[in-house]
T-cell receptor, first 109, second 111 residues
Framework: GQSLEQPSEVTAVEGAIVQINCTYQTSGFYGLSWYQQHDGGAPTFLSYNGLDGLEETGRFSSFLSRSDSYGYLLLQELQMKDSASYFCAVPSGNTPLVFGKGTRLSVIA | DVKVTQSSRYLVKRTGEKVFLECVQDMDHENMFWYRQDPGLGLRLIYFSYDVKMKEKGDIPEGYSVSREKKERFSLILESASTNQTSMYLC??????????FGPGTRLTVT
């Protein structure tokens, strides 16, 4: 089986840094993905960690520790447009991707 | 840019009706997926396909079937719609499983 845990809601101030954590339990592990979804929109792919360590893409970074079954998404210099839901996802067994329930990020002025 | 399109943004059907949701992608991706999304439950995989005429059950296939006659098209079928199938349905495609491209979604209401 597989399960992913991430906080349901996070609030942060514009310009600040926020970290969204994800812990997982899967049978077999191939990497951790992150997706962003704005209200009324479709999920869009943000990042993938196939190996331990930090991957940086502009203001967004993603980290993976396979020994701890843990990863996080780091958003820097928060902007109002970053208000969205963020999902971590892992492949598990025959299922190509299993998604967490999502973290709703609210950026406030 | 990858484009995934879905046949309808909003759909209202009656209980017992047969419902077809169509999805088309234009990037020659082998892999296609159907999810439903409900508040507090995240995205749950219904069916997926790695090739034409091939299908695999996801986590919640009951009450659904799929068809993939052409590489670019993946259809989700609700044989007899029920009210508990009211949901947002999202189609996705990918070349690699971890990077999926999603369509805009179909919000289906079954009354």
């Amino acid at each position: 089986g597989q399960s992913l845990e991430q906080p349901s809601e996070v609030t942060a101030v514009e310009g600040a840094i926020v970290q969204i954590n994800c812990t997982y339990q899967t049978s077999g592990f191939y990497g951790l993905s992150w997706y962003q979804q704005h209200d009324g929109g479709a999920p869009t792919f943000l990042s993938y960690n196939g190996l331990d360590g930090l991957e940086e893409t502009g203001r967004f970074s993603s980290f993976l520790s396979r020994s701890d079954s843990y990863g996080y998404l780091l958003l820097q210099e928060l902007q109002m447009k970053d208000s969205a839901s963020y999902f971590c996802a892992v492949p598990s067994g025959n299922t190509p991707l299993v998604f967490g329930k999502g973290t709703r990020l609210s950026v406030i002025a | 840019d990858v484009k995934v399109t879905q046949s309808s943004r909003y759909l209202v059907k009656r209980t017992g009706e047969k419902v077809f949701l169509e999805c088309v992608q234009d990037m020659d991706h082998e892999n296609m997926f159907w999810y439903r999304q409900d508040p507090g439950l995240g995205l749950r995989l219904i069916y997926f396909s790695y090739d034409v005429k091939m299908k695999e059950k996801g986590d919640i296939p009951e009450g659904y079937s799929v068809s993939r006659e052409k590489k670019e098209r993946f259809s989700l079928i609700l044989e007899s719609a029920s009210t508990n199938q009211t949901s947002m349905y999202l189609c996705a495609s990918s070349k690699q499983g971890y990077e999926q491209y999603f369509g805009p979604g179909t919000r289906l209401t079954v009354t």
